[in-house]
Each structure stands twice: as structure tokens, then as C-alpha cells.
């Protein structure tokens, strides 16, 4: 059974920089499709980007030139840079497989105010 857990979120002011974490416990984790998903109060669950086994990427358009999705297979881990963070930003992050999602974890919250 695979595990994913989030991790580095905080506090950053506009303009500023976070790496997000998602660690995922269990076998094959290479084989699956990844994605960062985002929840700011009062709105849905939105999908922030992507990555496939293989590597290729997608962004949520809000999203595009400023946040990098990677993985390294090796540590079965999927990050998340995140610069030139904005108030819009602001949200619990999730991780979770692209397909056959498994139950949410907790996320890490992300905070960006001045």
C-alpha cells in the first residue's frame, strides 16, 4: 500500500520561494503519475501540476513559469518549487497519485503574506 506525505510549507512573503515535499512510503512508487494539488479556503481542490512516470510535466496555468514539479524515483519523492510565490497562492498542498488517487493526507500548508 503506498503512503504519500506532504511536507514544507510555512510562512513566505510575496515574491518569496518554498520546495514542497511528498514522500510516498511502499513499492513501485515509480510507476505512477503524480500531482500537486492546492485548497485555499472556501474554494475547491485544484490541481496545481504534474508529473508522469516518465518525467513529462504539466502546470495549472496559474501556476506556469513559476512552479517546477520533479521526481527522484530513487527517493520516491516528488517536489515542488514554488517561486515568486503570491498572496493567490495561499493554500494546503496535497500530493496524491494522477490516477487511482488515494485517500488525502493532511497537505502542508502554505502561507504567503506580508
Known amino acids: 500500500q503506498v503512503q504519500l506525505v506532504e511536507s514544507g510549507g510555512g510562512l513566505v512573503q510575496p515574491g518569496g520561494s518554498l520546495r514542497l515535499s511528498c514522500v510516498a512510503s511502499g513499492s513501485i512508487f515509480e510507476f505512477f503519475a503524480i500531482a500537486w494539488y492546492r485548497q485555499a479556503p472556501g474554494k475547491q481542490r485544484e490541481l496545481v501540476a504534474g508529473?508522469?512516470?516518465?518525467?513529462?510535466?504539466d502546470y495549472a496555468d496559474s501556476v506556469k513559469g513559476r512552479f517546477t514539479i520533479s521526481r527522484d524515483n530513487a527517493k520516491k519523492t516528488v517536489y515542488l518549487q514554488m517561486n515568486s510565490l503570491n498572496l493567490e497562492d495561499t493554500a494546503v498542498y496535497y500530493c496524491?497519485?494522477?490516477?487511482?488517487?488515494?485517500?488525502w493526507g493532511q497537505g502542508t500548508q502554505v502561507t504567503v503574506s506580508s
Open positions: 496524491n497519485r494522477r490516477q487511482n488517487p488515494l485517500p
Open positions: 508529473i508522469t512516470r516518465l518525467g513529462y510535466q
